[in-house]
């Protein structure tokens, strides 16, 4: 059973702040996103990764950068968070075998920047 | 860029009934669909997924449907239970590196 881990539910910052948010899976899954949810928007890539060290910018990556050290550690930083990145975060993570799979994912993080 | 509009944002049907959800995707190179359900409070789970080299599957009470020449698809539940009541999503892929595009979401409710 794939298990995919936020390291927090809920997530109250300053502006201003260095925020990180790590996702772990347990699956040997190659791929991993960083998806933002917000009310009638839907899902958001805000990166993604398919490699240990490969990282692409998604639709909205702006105030965001991400690091991918270990295959299962996927790890999302807002250098100076601000107001309008308070959402929930959710990552996910896929597998490349034969083309594209199911994404599962994590619980998410809901962020709230005060 | 590329996008997925997704129809309509909210659906109320008496339980018992069927709910349709529609989709259109833009990039023509896309070729994989899934839905995803996220009950409130949860995280999303796909449903039912297709490919473009068919035009229909079922799983049950749930069918995809995918018109590449109109480049829509549509998701189909029967019979509606109370647990069908969630937020679905659609989504297209785009390019080939396992990214996809999501449409906005469709909040389902089932009248008792």
């Known amino acids: 059973d794939v298990k995919v881990t936020q390291s927090s539910r809920y997530l109250v910052k300053r502006t201003g702040e260095k925020v990180f948010l790590e996702c772990v899976q347990d699956m040997d899954h190659e791929n991993m996103f960083w998806y933002r949810q917000d009310p009638g928007l839907g899902l958001r890539l805000i990166y993604f990764s398919y490699d240990v060290k490969m990282k692409e910018k998604g639709d909205i990556p702006e105030g965001y950068s991400v690091s991918r050290e270990k295959k299962e550690r996927f790890s999302l930083i807002l250098e100076s968070a601000s107001t309008n990145q308070t959402s929930m975060y959710l990552c996910?993570?896929?597998?490349?075998?034969?083309?594209?799979?199911?994404?599962?994912f994590g619980p998410g993080t809901r962020l709230t920047v005060l | 860029g590329e996008n997925v509009e997704q129809h309509p944002s909210t659906l109320s049907v008496q339980e018992g009934d069927s709910a349709v959800i529609k989709c259109t995707y833009s990039d023509s190179a896309s070729n994989y669909f899934p839905w995803y359900k996220q009950e409130l409070g949860k995280r999303p789970q796909l449903i039912i997924d297709i490919r473009s080299n068919v035009g229909e599957k079922k799983d049950q009470r749930i069918a995809v449907t995918l018109n590449k020449t109109a480049k829509h698809f549509s998701l189909h539940i029967t019979e509606t239970q109370p647990e069908d009541s969630a937020v679905y999503f659609c989504a297209a892929s785009i390019g080939s590196n396992y990214q996809l595009i999501w449409g906005a979401g469709t909040k389902l409710i089932i009248k008792p």
């Open positions: 996910a993570s896929s597998s490349s075998a034969g083309g594209h799979n199911e994404q599962f």
